[in-house]
C-alpha cells in the first residue's frame, strides 16, 4: 500500500537555524512524485517543492530544500535559516497513480520557530 | 495565494442535514479534488472531477457526492451528516486529469462542524 509517514509530530527550532522534517515513503511503483506543503493555521495548503522519482539531483526552492534518498524511501525537507513565519503545520505527500493521481499525505509534522 | 477559492470559508451544520461546498478552479485548469482533512489528521482523498465527470474516487460513502460544471468549478455535497463529517474540507485544482507531476493548488478550505 502506498503510504506517508511523518515521525515527528512537533519540532522546535531558533530563529536563523536550519531544520529538518522527516518523511519516509512506501511505493511499489516506479514513477512517483513527492511533494511538501506548508499549511498555516489559516487552513490554506502551501505547495513548497516537489521531487519526481526520476530526478537525479535534490530540489531546490530557495530557503527549501528536499533530501531525496530513494534507497531508503525518504524524502526529508530541510529549511535553511528559519523565520518565525515558518510556523505552520508541514506535510509531505505522495502523488500516486491508481488508474487516475491523487495525492497521500503524511499525518504532519507541526514546526515552531522560537526568536 | 493560489487561483483556487472556496465557499463558504466555515460552516455550522446539524447532524442529518444536507451540505454544499463550493470551489472555483485556478484559470486554466480543468481538474478538481477534494479532499477532507479532520482535525490532527492529514487530508484524505474523496474524489476528483475531470471535464464534468467524476474522474475517481476515494474511501467515503456514497452520501458524498460532487458536481464539476463547464466552467470547471465544482461543488462537493454531502447528505445525511454525521459528527464525524466534521473537517476541514480542501479543494486543489490542477491542470490536465491528475497530472499532478507539478504542484496541485489548494483553496483555503472550509471547515464544516457538524453538532
Known amino acids: 500500500a502506498q503510504k506517508i509517514t511523518q515521525t515527528q509530530p512537533g519540532m522546535f527550532v531558533q530563529e536563523k537555524e536550519a531544520v529538518t522534517l522527516d518523511c519516509t515513503y512506501d511505493t511499489s511503483d516506479q514513477s512517483y512524485g513527492l511533494f511538501w506543503y506548508k499549511q498555516p493555521s489559516s487552513g490554506e495548503m502551501i505547495f513548497l517543492i516537489y521531487q519526481g522519482s526520476y530526478d537525479e539531483q535534490n530540489a531546490t526552492e530557495g530557503r527549501y530544500s528536499l533530501n531525496f534518498q530513494k534507497a531508503r524511501k525518504s524524502a526529508n525537507l530541510v529549511i535553511s535559516a528559519s523565520q518565525l513565519g515558518d510556523s505552520a503545520m508541514y506535510f509531505c505527500a505522495m502523488r500516486v497513480n491508481t488508474g487516475f493521481q491523487k495525492l497521500v499525505f503524511g499525518t504532519g509534522t507541526r514546526l515552531l520557530v522560537s526568536p | 495565494e493560489t487561483g483556487v477559492t472556496q465557499s463558504p470559508t466555515h460552516l455550522i451544520k446539524t447532524r442529518g442535514q444536507q451540505v454544499t461546498l463550493r470551489c472555483s478552479s485556478q484559470?486554466?485548469?480543468?481538474?478538481v479534488s477534494w479532499y477532507q482533512q479532520a482535525l490532527g489528521q492529514g487530508p484524505q482523498f474523496i474524489f476528483q472531477?475531470?471535464?464534468?465527470?467524476?474522474?475517481g474516487r476515494g474511501n467515503f460513502p456514497p452520501r458524498f457526492s460532487g458536481l464539476q460544471f463547464p466552467n470547471y468549478s465544482s461543488e462537493l455535497n454531502v447528505n445525511a451528516l454525521e459528527l464525524d463529517d466534521s473537517a476541514l474540507y480542501l479543494c486543489a485544482s490542477s491542470k490536465d486529469r491528475g497530472r499532478v507531476n507539478t504542484e496541485a493548488f489548494f483553496g483555503q478550505g472550509t471547515r464544516l462542524t457538524v453538532v
Open positions: 484559470s486554466g485548469h480543468n481538474t
Open positions: 472531477y475531470y471535464r464534468e465527470e467524476e474522474n
